[in-house]
């Protein structure tokens, strides 16, 4: 079994700045890409950004050059910095592994956190 838990919302005025974690938790031997997602009230989910188990990185339009992802390998855990933090920015934003393999050698692909709220006012 495969948990990734988020940490770090709450409630920022515009122009400040939040640090959201992932960790991964279970035996793991490997985590594949990971990501942040966001669902705002009345919207579908969006990719925010994700990075690969090297290193490369991909981003929405929309958070370039304000959100920074970065990852920990040895601690099985996604960061998400966001700054310039823009009222629309506001939803829950969730974590994805899209494949994590066990020690085991058993896998799960698609793994979703259970969200952190992010509330930016102006």
């Known amino acids: 079994q495969v948990q990734l838990v988020e940490s770090g919302g709450g409630l920022v005025q515009a122009g400040g700045s939040l640090r959201l974690s992932c960790a991964a938790s279970?035996?793991?031997?490997?985590?594949?890409?990971m990501g942040w997602y966001r669902q705002a009230p009345g919207k579908q989910r969006e990719l925010v950004a994700v990075?690969?188990?090297?290193?490369?990185?991909n981003y929405a339009d929309s958070v370039k050059g304000r959100f920074t992802i970065s990852r920990d390998n040895a601690k099985n855990t996604v960061y998400l910095q966001m700054n310039s933090l823009k009222p629309e920015d506001t939803a829950v934003y969730y974590c994805?592994?899209?494949?994590?393999?066990?020690?085991?050698?058993?896998?799960?692909?698609?793994?979703w956190g259970q969200g952190t709220q992010v509330t930016v006012s102006s």
């Open positions: 994805n592994a899209d494949k994590v393999v066990l020690s085991s050698g058993r896998w799960y692909s698609n793994s």
């Open positions: 279970g035996s793991i031997f490997s985590i594949n890409t």
């Open positions: 990075i690969t188990s090297g290193g490369s990185t």
